[in-house]
């Protein structure tokens, strides 16, 4: 399974953006997917995830309210809409994948990994 992810980029605080995390590969339907996000020095925070059916979805503490996770499983992508956005928010944005069903806050629990995308928040 490959994972592009993309749509970041600089905004001021308060703004939108909209991130993408397209899946390829034999293996690319039937996947739980998320984001996660890293800063210098820190750990991969969990931010987000969605299982396969849409049907369950799992926000980390930081974001609930803000942030909006959905698929379409047709073009098996992934969003993630990120709204009021704070300059806390500011990191390189990764896209996951798993076939298990299991929505895992732990970074290591999850399979396949995109390339990261910056997002910067400015105050």
């Known amino acids: 399974v490959q994972l592009q992810a993309s749509g970041g980029g600089l905004v001021q605080a308060g703004g939108s953006l909209r991130l993408s995390c397209a899946a390829s590969g034999r293996a690319a339907s039937r996947l739980s997917m998320g984001w996660f996000r890293q800063t210098p020095g820190k750990e991969r925070e969990f931010v987000s995830a969605v299982s396969w059916r849409g049907n369950s979805i799992y926000n980390g503490d930081s974001v609930e309210g803000r942030f909006t996770i959905s698929r379409d499983n047709g073009k098996n992508t992934v969003y993630l809409q990120m709204n009021s956005l704070k300059p806390e928010d500011t990191a390189v944005y990764y896209c996951?994948?798993?076939?298990?069903?299991?929505?895992?806050?732990?970074?290591?629990?999850?399979?396949?990994w995109g390339q990261g995308t910056q997002v910067t928040v400015s105050s």
């Open positions: 996951a994948a798993d076939p298990g069903t299991t929505l895992w806050r732990h970074a290591r629990s999850w399979n396949y």
